[in-house]
């Protein structure tokens, strides 16, 4: 603890930092009890009930305490009695009025807006919901008069526990909907919402000038605004670990802080104004790119160091990056649950490690200066190690929520933050230049090459096979959180313990990767087939050989591959092999395009064209996969396709002259026996018949009968599961129905309208 002896309120604030983050995922009696165990503590100590001879030991000890109680405190406050108190809410309606602070979308039938509540008798003034209304075209300051009917954020798709958490990190526990009227304009005159209106205005200067693609990527990392950034550029910047460098933070903040440093020693301005004038560029920073938790973070940090040199006192980074983190959670509780503001932490507590260690690490000759190449040399070593460290460091939160680890995170950041670095001081020329154009056309002009060397380089490093592995194997906290604390306390010990601290967390990170290694051995012959369905959107997800295939069985299934994706972690996977089509619909080129631009997608399938509708959609797709580096396949009807081993077939289609879309169905050869799904209105088509009557497995998909009509299947021996919907359950044909739930070898499946139909086999080499 000799790093904290000279200051245990430091102490104070990390404790109470860490500790909140740590119980926003606990539940009451967690925090409750650590709150009150602290507190006991803290009594014993101070009455000497406890008595403890060191006074740093007891100071330290006091200090732990101080911060575990505060955060127990805090955290309970927040989270056991504010968020259910809010929640309480739910169900319940009233006449209220709502301003509008941001839009999230907005179509011709329904929008969904960031609201603030002005009027209403169930609510405080000021509380911040999810609004949606079928009022399309809104903008900030535009009122909402109507009757309000409070509801749940499980209705905006945050079912999962971590989605829930990052909704309420940025302050919205309800949501509203309802009947409204335009009722004026209000515009707020916080210093939030002009800095918003400024961030618009400037956006648009760059899209004006260097284009939409260019100006958003110059938008994105100079103000924060990643509206205009392609989908594809921020998934290949997620899966290369360079995503921190798309949106504004520690990174950025850092080069505009010496950017403008430089700027000032080459005015000549003393080092007290010089203080104050960087104090004021970093509140306009901060404000001016909306505020984000690594912004904030780093704001904070930096001004606290420039106020110690106001006060002619040495920085203290550590009490810095301490009373930020506590400053941030005390204003607002329930960011300790932010994603982005825990990652911002981690990583730069990181850079504190390492700033530690590297003295010890890398040893210099005081007395002989180095060569350019030597320097050049040892600032490349310095990158690569830094980036391994905040990468580990990073660990817990990326397997907590995002299950996938970019492997060229440490190569890709050393090449892109010189190239980013570059181009931010390029964009600041081209913002302070503005009012000139010609002098700062030339700028202007030079982000569009920049652009496109950047996305090409991207996409394809993201595209190289193995560039992203799973992380999300049970066993992974079990190292992954021992190697962080490793990390965490690298500070706190002497030089011997520096070492073997770092030696540990090493190691651990090392036994991850094997294991990982190892579980992928392990499932190189396990075949999985995953059905999910909502109402009519439905398919199934194919893993073998540890690649994924996914299918879309039904009406251009505009929800199922979002869950289909979703299912992929359990899967291990991080991009998918093949996307196979049963049939064409007029919503499958935005479909597949939204998916090409989220993931990683190598092949796409087609069933054959029957008619010149369907040949125009192929064309349509066919252009699609090109611009995606996507390669096309044309499956004929009954034609065996080959996956991995495993063999998938798209019987004939049938088209009905009294339905919208064809039969469709898909027959896949399992190890164990033939599974059949049959899809839309399998009854009406012979082939698709045959196949089900055939099959070893039989799934009986929503929408499967056509027009609630009865049908009855051949009786088959030997048949080994039959999982069907509610829809099929009801015009099955009794007799069929009753004699496979007689059977003994046969196993009879009900699925509800969520549901999942989970199928594990084994191919036996």
Same mark, same amino acid.
């Given at each position: 603890?000799?790093?904290?002896?000279?200051?245990?309120?430091?102490?104070?604030?990390?404790?109470?930092?860490?500790?909140?983050?740590?119980?926003?995922?606990?539940?009451?009696?967690?925090?409750?009890?650590?709150?009150?165990?602290?507190?006991?503590?803290i009594?014993?100590?101070?009455?000497?009930?406890?008595?403890?001879?060191?006074?740093?030991?007891r100071?330290?000890?006091?200090?732990?305490?101080?911060?575990?109680?505060?955060?127990?405190?805090?955290?309970?406050?927040?989270?056991?009695?504010?968020?259910?108190?809010?929640?309480?809410?739910?169900?319940?309606?009233?006449?209220?009025?709502?301003?509008?602070?941001?839009?999230?979308?907005?179509? *011709?039938?329904?929008?969904?807006?960031d609201?603030?509540?002005?009027?209403?008798?169930?609510?405080?003034?000021?509380?911040?919901?999810?609004?949606?209304?079928?009022?399309?075209?809104?903008?900030e300051?535009?009122?909402?008069?109507?009757?309000?009917?409070?509801?749940?954020?499980? $209705?905006?798709?945050?079912?999962?526990?971590?989605?829930?958490?990052?909704?309420?990190?940025?302050?919205?526990?309800?949501?509203a909907?309802?009947?409204?009227?335009?009722?004026?304009?209000?515009?707020?005159?916080?210093?939030?919402?002009?800095?918003?209106?400024?961030?618009?205005?400037?956006?648009?200067?760059? =899209?004006?000038?260097?284009?939409? #693609?260019?100006?958003?990527?110059?938008?994105a990392?100079?103000?924060?605004?990643?509206?205009?950034?392609? @989908?594809?550029?921020?998934?290949?910047?997620?899966?290369?670990?360079?995503?921190?460098?798309?949106?504004?933070?520690? =990174?950025?903040?850092?080069?505009?802080?010496?950017?403008?440093?430089?700027?000032?020693?080459?005015?000549? !301005?003393?080092?007290?104004?010089?203080?104050?004038?960087?104090?004021?560029?970093?509140?306009?920073?901060?404000?001016?790119?909306?505020g984000?938790?690594?912004?904030?973070?780093?704001?904070?940090?930096h001004?606290?160091?420039?106020?110690?040199?106001?006060?002619?006192?040495?920085?203290?980074?550590?009490?810095s990056?301490?009373?930020?983190?506590?400053?941030?959670?005390?204003?607002?509780?329930?960011?300790?649950?932010?994603?982005?503001?825990?990652?911002?932490?981690?990583?730069?507590?990181?850079?504190?490690?390492?700033?530690?260690?590297?003295?010890?690490?890398?040893?210099?000759?005081?007395?002989?200066?180095?060569?350019?190449?030597?320097?050049?040399?040892?600032?490349?070593? $310095?990158?690569?190690?830094?980036?391994?460290?905040?990468?580990?460091?990073?660990?817990?939160?990326?397997?907590?929520?995002?299950?996938?680890?970019?492997?060229?995170?440490?190569?890709?950041?050393?090449?892109?933050?010189?190239?980013?670095?570059?181009?931010?001081?390029?964009?600041?020329?081209?913002?302070?230049?503005?009012?000139?154009?010609?002098?700062?056309?030339?700028?202007?002009?030079?982000? @569009?090459?920049?652009?496109?060397?950047?996305?090409?380089?991207a996409?394809?490093?993201?595209?190289?096979?193995?560039? *992203? !592995?799973?992380?999300?194997?049970?066993?992974?906290p079990?190292?992954?959180?021992?190697?962080?604390?490793?990390?965490?306390?690298?500070?706190?010990?002497?030089?011997?313990?520096?070492?073997?601290?770092?030696?540990?967390? *090493?190691?651990?990170?090392?036994?991850?990767?094997?294991?990982?290694?190892?579980?992928?051995?392990?499932?190189?012959?396990?075949?999985?087939?995953?059905?999910?369905?909502?109402?009519?959107?439905?398919?199934?997800?194919?893993?073998?050989?540890?690649?994924?295939?996914?299918? @879309?069985?039904?009406?251009?299934?505009?929800?199922?591959?979002?869950?289909?994706?979703?299912r992929? #972690?359990?899967?291990?996977?991080?991009?998918?092999?093949?996307?196979?089509?049963?049939?064409?619909?007029?919503?499958?080129?935005?479909?597949?395009?939204?998916?090409?631009?989220? $993931?990683?997608?190598?092949?796409?399938?087609?069933?054959?064209?029957?008619?010149?509708?369907?040949?125009?959609? *192929?064309? =349509?797709?066919?252009?699609?996969?090109?611009?995606?580096?996507?390669?096309?396949?044309?499956?004929?009807?009954?034609? #065996?396709?080959?996956?991995?081993?495993?063999s998938?077939?798209?019987?004939?289609?049938?088209?009905?002259?009294?339905?919208?879309?064809?039969?469709?169905?898909?027959?896949?050869?399992l190890?164990?026996g033939?599974?059949?799904?049959?899809?839309?209105?399998?009854?009406?088509?012979?082939?698709?018949?045959?196949?089900?009557?055939?099959? @070893?497995?039989?799934?009986?998909?929503?929408?499967?009968?056509?027009?609630?009509?009865?049908?009855?299947?051949?009786?088959?021996?030997?048949?080994?599961?039959?999982?069907?919907?509610?829809?099929?359950?009801?015009?099955?044909?009794?007799?069929?129905?009753?004699?496979?739930?007689?059977?003994?070898?046969?196993?009879?499946?009900?699925?509800?309208e969520?549901?999942?139909?989970?199928?594990?086999?084994?191919?036996?080499?």
């Amino acid at each position: 603890m000799k790093l904290f002896r000279a200051s245990p309120l430091t102490l104070v604030f990390l404790c109470f930092f860490i500790a909140s983050c740590l119980f926003a995922y606990a539940g009451f009696y967690v925090r409750a009890g650590a709150a009150t165990a602290a507190a006991l503590g803290i009594t014993l100590i101070l009455t000497g009930a406890v008595c403890l001879r060191d006074p740093e030991l007891r100071q330290g000890i006091l200090a732990f305490c101080a911060g575990i109680a505060a955060a127990g405190l805090l955290s309970s406050l927040a989270w056991d009695f504010a968020v259910p108190w809010y929640e309480s809410r739910i169900g319940r309606s009233e006449e209220a009025v709502f301003r509008i602070v941001e839009c999230e979308y907005t179509t *011709v039938y329904a929008s969904r807006y960031d609201a603030e509540v002005m009027e209403s008798s169930l609510l405080p003034r000021g509380t911040r919901i999810v609004l949606e209304t079928a009022l399309s075209g809104l903008g900030e300051g535009d009122l909402l008069r109507g009757e309000a009917s409070y509801g749940s954020l499980a $209705e905006l798709g945050t079912e999962s526990r971590n989605a829930r958490l990052s909704r309420l990190a940025d302050g919205f526990v309800l949501t509203a909907e309802g009947s409204f009227t335009h009722d004026g304009v209000r515009h707020s005159l916080r210093p939030s919402v002009l800095f918003s209106r400024l961030r618009g205005r400037l956006t648009s200067l760059f =899209t004006a000038r260097a284009g939409r #693609d260019a100006g958003g990527l110059a938008a994105a990392v100079l103000l924060g605004n990643r509206s205009f950034l392609p @989908d594809s550029l921020k998934r290949d910047f997620r899966r290369l670990g360079l995503a921190h460098l798309l949106a504004v933070s520690g =990174t950025h903040f850092a080069v505009t802080v010496s950017f403008f440093t430089k700027l000032f020693g080459r005015l000549r !301005i003393r080092r007290r104004p010089r203080a104050v004038l960087s104090m004021a560029v970093i509140l306009f920073f901060m404000l001016l790119t909306g505020g984000s938790p690594s912004v904030v973070r780093a704001g904070s940090m930096h001004l606290l160091i420039q106020l110690s040199r106001l006060a002619s006192r040495k920085a203290d980074t550590i009490h810095s990056f301490a009373l930020s983190g506590a400053l941030m959670v005390l204003i607002r509780p329930l960011s300790a649950a932010d994603c982005s503001l825990q990652l911002s932490f981690a990583a730069t507590w990181a850079c504190i490690v390492w700033l530690a260690f590297r003295g010890s690490f890398l040893r210099t000759n005081p007395g002989k200066k180095a060569g350019p190449v030597r320097r050049l040399i040892r600032s490349g070593g $310095e990158t690569v190690l830094l980036t391994a460290a905040a990468t580990m460091m990073t660990l817990p939160l990326i397997w907590l929520y995002f299950g996938e680890l970019p492997l060229l995170s440490v190569p890709a950041n050393l090449a892109a933050v010189p190239f980013v670095t570059l181009l931010l001081e390029i964009c600041w020329l081209c913002l302070l230049l503005s009012p000139v154009r010609v002098l700062s056309a030339p700028l202007f002009a030079l982000l @569009d090459p920049a652009f496109r060397l950047l996305s090409a380089a991207a996409s394809a490093l993201a595209r190289i096979p193995g560039a *992203v !592995i799973s992380v999300r194997y049970g066993f992974a906290p079990f190292l992954l959180i021992p190697a962080a604390v490793c990390l965490f306390a690298v500070p706190l010990f002497e030089r011997k313990g520096k070492g073997r601290a770092v030696g540990a967390a *090493v190691m651990l990170t090392a036994l991850l990767f094997a294991g990982c290694g190892i579980g992928r051995a392990l499932s190189r012959d396990d075949v999985v087939l995953i059905r999910s369905g909502i109402k009519k959107n439905e398919g199934f997800l194919l893993q073998a050989d540890n690649r994924i295939l996914l299918c @879309d069985m039904s009406d251009g299934s505009s929800a199922v591959f979002g869950t289909l994706t979703a299912r992929m #972690d359990d899967c291990h996977a991080c991009e998918i092999d093949a996307v196979v089509l049963t049939h064409y619909h007029s919503r499958h080129s935005q479909l597949l395009g939204r998916l090409f631009s989220r $993931e990683i997608v190598r092949s796409l399938w087609l069933p054959e064209p029957q008619t010149d509708a369907e040949g125009e959609a *192929v064309r =349509t797709l066919t252009g699609l996969c090109e611009e995606n580096g996507v390669e096309v396949r044309m499956l004929a009807p009954g034609e #065996d396709a080959e996956f991995h081993g495993v063999s998938v077939r798209i019987p004939e289609r049938t088209y009905l002259s009294r339905s919208s879309h064809p039969v469709s169905g898909a027959a896949v050869e399992l190890p164990s026996g033939t599974l059949v799904f049959a899809s839309c209105s399998f009854s009406e088509s012979e082939s698709l018949l045959r196949e089900a009557e055939g099959a @070893d497995i039989l799934i009986l998909g929503n929408h499967s009968p056509v027009y609630k009509k009865t049908f009855a299947l051949s009786p088959r021996e030997g048949t080994k599961a039959v999982a069907l919907c509610a829809d099929a359950e009801d015009h099955a044909d009794p007799g069929w129905l009753g004699a496979l739930e007689e059977d003994p070898d046969c196993r009879v499946v009900r699925l509800v309208e969520t549901s999942v139909f989970i199928l594990k086999d084994r191919r036996i080499r």
